[in-house]
């Protein structure tokens, strides 16, 4: 028989680790990690569409498509770059054309492709950055993990059900903890790996940088994770401390 504490901190749980899921999966899946924004005196005289084509379809290269970004005020996220250029128009050039953000995804080789201290002339001609390129792939794998854990915590949970055990609760609480770790990781990875590139590659006159909502979103999860675990854990030691303390009573 289970008491309705544990019992509730188990629904309370599930509950909060069912939120950080969804948050963490939607800042994952969105761009709004880390946005930029230039001011429109900056802005005149670019040529957006050759700007465009080369940011979609030139050749992969870090300080290229930063500097696109740059101009057109684009966003950076886990997995995707997207830049902000008008929308399609008539044959005419609007005064004040309508604007719309248009994104491109990392393939998985540019995930992992090497990183470099860009010194002005692009970046395979300066030294390769062993930290920023490890940081980056953290940054890529410390997510997908963080889900795994959690779903592998779900399917430990369904089975701790179907067996009316509550021995396993013990260890969904240590995943939850160990995915609350992983997503922490992301976010720092993150930020450190964006502080190291500005080191290295300041932003110029006029752009200014900010962190987006996907990133806080990511962040919020984290704490959510580890509360889940903190209630999992609880009622996991409590149930079993009682039942131990029953036993010992009915023996006696």
């Known amino acids: 028989m289970v008491d309705n504490r544990y019992a509730t901190a188990l629904v309370i749980g ?4 069912l939120l950080a899921t969804v948050y963490l999966s939607v800042a994952v899946g969105t761009q709004h990690w880390y946005q930029y924004s230039c ?22 290269d870090e300080k290229t498509y930063r500097d696109t970004m740059f101009r057109l005020n684009g966003t950076l996220g886990l997995w995707w770059r997207c830049i902000r250029v008008p929308s399609e128009s008539h044959w ?40 920023r390129t490890y940081l980056w792939r953290c940054q890529v794998l410390l997510p997908l993990v963080s889900l795994g ?24 609480g240590v995943l939850h903890v160990l995915a609350g770790l992983c ?3 992301t976010v720092c990875c993150f930020l450190a790996g ?3 590139l500005q080191q290295y590659s300041p932003l110029p006159e ?27 854990l609880w009622a996991a030691r409590s149930h079993r401390k009682n039942y131990t303390r029953m036993t010992a009573y009915r023996v006696a």
């Open 14 to 17: 599930s509950v909060l680790s």
């Open 39 to 60: 001011p429109p005196a900056k802005r005149e005289g670019t040529n957006a569409s050759v700007l465009r084509e080369e940011f979609f379809n030139g050749e992969f």
């Open 92 to 131: 005419f050039k609007q005064p004040d054309p309508k604007m719309e953000t248009q994104c491109v995804s990392f393939t998985l080789p540019q995930q992992f492709s090497p990183k470099y201290k860009q010194s002005g002339s692009g970046n395979h001609d300066s030294e390769e950055d062993l930290l």
């Open 149 to 172: 854990l959690v779903f592998l915590g779900g399917l430990v949970g369904v089975c701790a059900c179907l067996c009316r055990s509550f021995t396993p609760t013990l260890g969904v």
């Open 183 to 185: 997503t922490l990781g």
């Open 194 to 196: 964006v502080d190291l």
């Open 206 to 232: 006029g752009v200014e940088g900010s962190l987006g909502w996907s990133l806080y979103l990511a962040l919020i999860s984290v704490p959510l994770q580890m509360m889940a675990a903190a209630l999992f």
